[in-house]
């Protein structure tokens, strides 16, 4: 099996049991199986093995509870009540699938069945907890959801650029940082060894974000797998919006630069092999 195979297996592994609800499970699969590109975990497994960590079981299942609290993410994101959008990667949102309270449980469930994939990992306790305290960190009240919220309190209003950073650092680069900091934790790697990892992790997350105002006014339904000008919309704050989009673009490629120069430095005083993550880092430039 591929590397994404076995991400998928290990989210499917984990609801192999007696269902409580049918519908539910059906929902989860819906949006876990709608395609999309594994860009998280798969940067967390190829950083492991830029530090000659052989991937194990325990690797896929913590690169699995990340995707899931991603997907989760998504459900939420597309409510009514959030960005109220009615496609997801090329296809119905959950709630236009099902509904809305279907789609409400399944992000739920996805959310909080990661921490029980995890817990199931084998992997030493300290380093579990880690992990855990780690994703918390990225994803709830003082990572995504804490942005989510920073967002939507936004909209409408003219953000300085320091604000609009704020939200994004929160939003959506602190699960992009997480699988940096987190393999670096798998790998047993020193605090200060992590710190660069996730600062590495929050630059990508920085242009990841950037990357997505950019084609949020320049890309199509078919290039987007959704609505576009979704923010325009909205009245939302963006890159483009407060810088233009030629600084929008300089600003992207300079994050990614910064990210990939500190993996450089890790390959001379660690003897991490970055050509992997570089690979797909280099796949988040856009021409302008």
């Known amino acids: 099996m591929t590397k ?30 709608a395609g ?11 950083i492991i093995e830029g530090f000659g960590i052989e991937l194990k079981t325990c690797h896929y299942q913590v690169a699995a509870a990340l995707e899931m609290i991603h997907t989760g993410s998504l459900i939420h ?9 009615d496609y997801r990667r090329g296809r119905l ?13 399944a992000g739920d469930s996805l959310f909080l069945d990661s921490y029980g994939l995890l817990a199931q990992a084998d992997l030493p306790e300290d380093m579990a907890i880690a992990l855990i305290k780690n994703l918390s960190q990225a994803s709830g009240t003082f990572g995504m959801v804490g942005g989510q919220m920073l967002d939507i309190e936004g909209e409408g209003q003219q953000l300085k650029l320091e604000e609009l950073s704020a939200i994004h650092r929160n939003k959506t680069g602190k699960l992009l940082a997480y699988p940096f900091k987190a393999a670096a934790i798998l790998a047993n790697q020193d605090d200060a060894t992590q710190e660069q990892c996730e600062q590495a992790g929050i630059l990508v997350g920085m242009a990841f974000q950037i990357r997505d105002d950019i084609l949020d006014v ?30 929008s673009y300089h600003l992207l490629e300079e994050s990614l630069n910064q990210a990939i120069a500190i993996l450089q430095e890790l390959k001379v005083s660690k003897g991490f092999v970055p050509d992997k993550i570089i690979r797909m880092i280099e796949r988040l430039r856009l021409h302008a």
Do not use: C, W
Not at 4 to 32: G, M, N
């Open 36 to 46: 999309g590109k594994r860009i998280r975990p798969s940067m967390l497994l190829d």
């Open 4 to 33: 994404l195979q076995k991400i998928d297996q290990a989210i499917r592994s984990y609801y192999e049991r007696e269902s409580v609800a049918d519908k539910l499970i059906e929902a989860i699969f819906y949006s876990i199986d």
């Open 93 to 105: 949102t959950n709630h236009r699938q099902f509904d809305e309270a279907t789609a409400i449980l």
């Open 77 to 85: 994101d597309d409510l009514p009540a959030m960005d109220n959008d």
């Open 218 to 247: 320049t890309a199509s339904f078919e290039d987007l797998g959704k609505t576009p000008q979704k923010d325009l919309i909205a009245e939302k704050s963006t890159y483009p919006s407060l810088l233009g989009l030629d600084r």
